[in-house]
């Protein structure tokens, strides 16, 4: 049995734990370990934290690392900001002898070392190379036939992708596949590899600028009559869903766009309910999506 | 410096009034190749302004603060940058603001500094990573533009919005903190109220925060911004 220290940065748990709920129930359901990580802190936030002073970034993120060091056992996350901090820290104190020392000097002081044991993966990780999307596919209650999702990748998980190793950065398909996986069909809509607008301290610095960019993608979203946008990352997340709120106060723009986190979307193809998987504590509506996901599923019976 | 020198200089680009503190630096920076004289040695003082901040070695200043965090081979790809305008043509910071990750590249290869450090399109990068996939020269662009941000905030060029994060950071240690309502959805799905982090155990949170003193982050945070 795999089992993972589950991560949870600050966005997850603190604004939307609906994601850590889903992610919990579904890497249950296939048999999943998750352990917590107690102590844990910010990551902290690669384009925040790392814009002001790199090395305070790397060494909390080297302890973050070590806490999952004593439990001997590897990182997984559902944030795309914390994936970034936490493997680029890793891949950096992994090749260099130095930074480590250096790094294990201040962490010396709190009793802590930095030994370079354990891997980060990102929960796309675990769904596609531990669990496997054919076992995924067997498992389906409720495919998620006839609904179009909007694939929104975020910026961290690919790139830099000297360092990430997901295959192209500029043609990923590791989403797509699980979105098809799931019985959905997964729209190309324009600027679907675009940021979301939030990352790199613009969310919190320049807030009608990130907003820009998030009017922007859904507006391609929308379309291409997807029924719903998936994210891979609580930050991404929680833009697109609060930042459709911010948009109706601040632009006038009415969307009425689902925001779906990964293994929600997993979730209620498993058969579990909207509560199940948390989709109730997003802002912006869910139901047109639950809807369709009804109606669709009177029509696969009624066909059968 | 001997004083002709001098004079030559600042003569050459008070004729170039018109143009950009940039494409002076540029004028100027020919003139120095020509001469031989070592970069740092030059004084440039107009009559009116010429050249402000100009810092010849703010490049390698550049090279060496990154090089503390990430490879020198791939940071040393910065002094290869040939302005061919990729990164420019891949930002979507660039489509919507006057962010141009192009000329901060040229601003900080001639040296003017205070014009890089000082600049609030700077923050407009959301550190998306497609400038640095696409370079031909392989030059980690992303990665410099925060090296370069933590050189401006060193500098004092900090916005309020920023330093409110830093707070948060150095009161909980999150950057986001939770809330009555977040603690009461929490309980009705079942996972613990507090989640498992430093804001169920202070004495981590102490540990966090010792570290925060120990890097110089807490008296870069409140010594700093405008």
Same mark, same amino acid.
């Given at each position: 049995?795999?089992?993972?220290? %589950?991560?949870?940065?600050?966005?997850?748990?603190?604004? %939307?734990?609906?994601?850590?709920?889903?992610?919990?129930? =579904?890497?249950?359901?296939?048999?999943? !370990?998750?352990?917590?990580?107690?102590?844990?802190?910010?990551?902290?936030?690669?384009?925040?934290?790392?814009? /002001?002073?790199?090395?305070?970034?790397? =060494?909390?993120a080297a302890r973050n690392i070590c806490i999952a060091e004593e439990m001997n056992s590897d990182i997984m996350v559902t944030c795309n900001g914390c994936y970034a901090t936490l493997h680029e820290a890793n891949y950096l104190l992994k090749q260099d002898d130095k930074l480590r020392d250096d790094v294990n000097i201040i962490l010396k002081t709190v009793n802590r070392e930095y030994k370079g044991i354990v891997k980060v993966k990102h929960v796309i990780e675990v769904l596609s190379e531990d669990i496997g999307y054919e076992r995924i596919k067997q498992k389906l209650s409720?495919?998620?036939?006839?609904?179009?999702?909007?694939?929104?990748?975020?910026?961290?998980?690919?790139?830099?992708? !000297?360092?990430?190793?997901?295959?192209?950065?500029?043609?990923?398909?590791?989403? @797509?596949?699980?979105?098809?996986?799931?019985?959905?069909?997964?729209?190309?809509?324009?600027?679907? +590899?675009?940021?979301?607008?939030?990352?790199?301290?613009?969310?919190?610095?320049?807030?009608?600028?990130? +907003?820009?960019?998030?009017?922007?993608?859904?507006?391609?979203?929308?379309?291409?009559?997807?029924?719903?946008?998936?994210?891979?990352?609580?930050?991404?997340? /929680? #833009?697109? @869903?609060?930042? #459709?709120?911010?948009?109706?106060?601040?632009?006038?723009?009415?969307?009425?766009?689902? =925001?779906?986190?990964?293994? #929600?979307?997993?979730?209620?193809? +498993?058969?579990?309910?909207?509560?199940?998987?948390?989709?109730?504590?997003?802002?912006?509506?869910?139901?047109?999506?639950? !809807?369709?996901?009804? =109606?669709? #599923?009177?029509?696969?019976?009624?066909?059968? | 410096?001997?004083?002709?020198?001098?004079?030559?200089?600042?003569?050459?680009?008070?004729?170039?009034?018109?143009?950009?503190?940039?494409?002076?630096?540029?004028?100027?920076?020919?003139?120095?190749?020509?001469?031989? *004289?070592? &970069?740092?040695?030059?004084?440039?003082?107009?009559?009116?302004?010429?050249?402000?901040? &100009?810092?010849?070695?703010?490049?390698?200043? *550049?090279?060496? &603060?990154?090089?503390?965090?990430?490879?020198?081979?791939?940071?040393?790809?910065?002094?290869?940058?040939?302005?061919?305008?990729?990164?420019?043509?891949?930002?979507?910071?660039?489509?919507?603001?006057?962010?141009?990750?192009?000329?901060?590249?040229?601003?900080?290869?001639?040296?003017?500094?205070?014009?890089?450090?000082?600049?609030?399109?700077?923050?407009?990068?959301?550190?998306?990573?497609?400038?640095?996939?696409?370079?031909?020269?392989? *030059?980690?662009?992303?990665?410099?533009?925060?090296?370069?941000?933590?050189?401006?905030?060193?500098?004092?060029?900090?916005?309020?919005?920023?330093?409110?994060?830093?707070?948060?950071?150095?009161?909980?240690?999150? &950057?986001?903190?939770?809330?009555?309502?977040?603690?009461?959805?929490?309980?009705?799905?079942?996972?613990?109220?507090?989640?498992?982090?430093?804001?169920?155990?202070?004495?981590?949170?102490?540990?966090?925060?010792?570290?925060?003193?120990?890097?110089?982050?807490?008296?870069?945070?409140?010594?700093?911004?405008?």
């Amino acid at each position: 049995m795999n089992r993972y220290s %589950y991560f949870l940065g600050c966005i997850t748990p603190n604004r %939307y734990p609906g994601i850590e709920l889903a992610t919990r129930k =579904v890497l249950g359901t296939f048999d999943i !370990e998750i352990l917590d990580v107690e102590g844990a802190s910010c990551c902290p936030a690669p384009g925040v934290f790392g814009s /002001f002073d790199l090395m305070t970034w790397l =060494v909390v993120a080297a302890r973050n690392i070590c806490i999952a060091e004593e439990m001997n056992s590897d990182i997984m996350v559902t944030c795309n900001g914390c994936y970034a901090t936490l493997h680029e820290a890793n891949y950096l104190l992994k090749q260099d002898d130095k930074l480590r020392d250096d790094v294990n000097i201040i962490l010396k002081t709190v009793n802590r070392e930095y030994k370079g044991i354990v891997k980060v993966k990102h929960v796309i990780e675990v769904l596609s190379e531990d669990i496997g999307y054919e076992r995924i596919k067997q498992k389906l209650s409720r495919p998620l036939s006839g609904v179009k999702v909007a694939v929104h990748y975020g910026c961290h998980f690919l790139k830099p992708s !000297e360092m990430r190793r997901h295959g192209s950065s500029e043609r990923p398909t590791i989403i @797509d596949d699980f979105v098809r996986a799931l019985g959905a069909q997964s729209v190309s809509y324009k600027d679907k +590899l675009t940021c979301c607008g939030a990352g790199g301290g613009v969310r919190a610095g320049s807030s009608d600028l990130a +907003l820009n960019y998030t009017r922007s993608k859904i507006e391609n979203i929308v379309h291409e009559g997807a029924d719903c946008v998936v994210t891979p990352c609580a930050f991404c997340h /929680f #833009q697109f @869903d609060a930042g #459709q709120v911010e948009l109706s106060e601040t632009q006038g723009k009415q969307f009425k766009l689902p =925001v779906v986190y990964l293994t #929600q979307l997993l979730g209620l193809a +498993l058969g579990m309910s909207s509560e199940d998987v948390g989709l109730d504590g997003n802002k912006t509506q869910v139901q047109s999506l639950l !809807e369709k996901l009804r =109606v669709q #599923q009177i029509a696969h019976a009624v066909k059968k | 410096m001997e004083r002709s020198k001098r004079t030559r200089f600042s003569s050459a680009v008070r004729k170039l009034e018109c143009l950009r503190p940039v494409e002076k630096a540029y004028i100027v920076q020919e003139d120095l190749l020509r001469s031989k *004289i070592p &970069a740092r040695d030059i004084e440039l003082t107009g009559k009116n302004e010429t050249v402000t901040g &100009a810092k010849f070695d703010f490049r390698d200043e *550049i090279i060496e &603060a990154a090089s503390k965090i990430f490879r020198r081979d791939h940071m040393e790809r910065l002094r290869t940058c040939l302005q061919c305008g990729k990164c420019v043509g891949s930002c979507p910071s660039g489509r919507m603001t006057s962010w141009r990750i192009r000329r901060l590249l040229q601003e900080a290869t001639l040296g003017l500094r205070d014009n890089v450090c000082s600049d609030e399109n700077l923050w407009d990068c959301t550190t998306c990573y497609t400038c640095q996939e696409r370079c031909p020269h392989g *030059i980690p662009t992303t990665d410099i533009v925060r090296v370069i941000r933590n050189l401006a905030v060193r500098s004092g060029h900090m916005k309020e919005k920023h330093k409110k994060v830093c707070q948060m950071f150095l009161t909980y240690g999150h &950057a986001i903190a939770t809330s009555d309502e977040i603690r009461n959805i929490r309980k009705r799905y079942g996972l613990r109220e507090l989640p498992p982090t430093v804001l169920s155990h202070p004495e981590q949170l102490k540990e966090v925060l010792y570290i925060l003193e120990k890097t110089g982050f807490k008296i870069m945070v409140e010594g700093s911004g405008k």
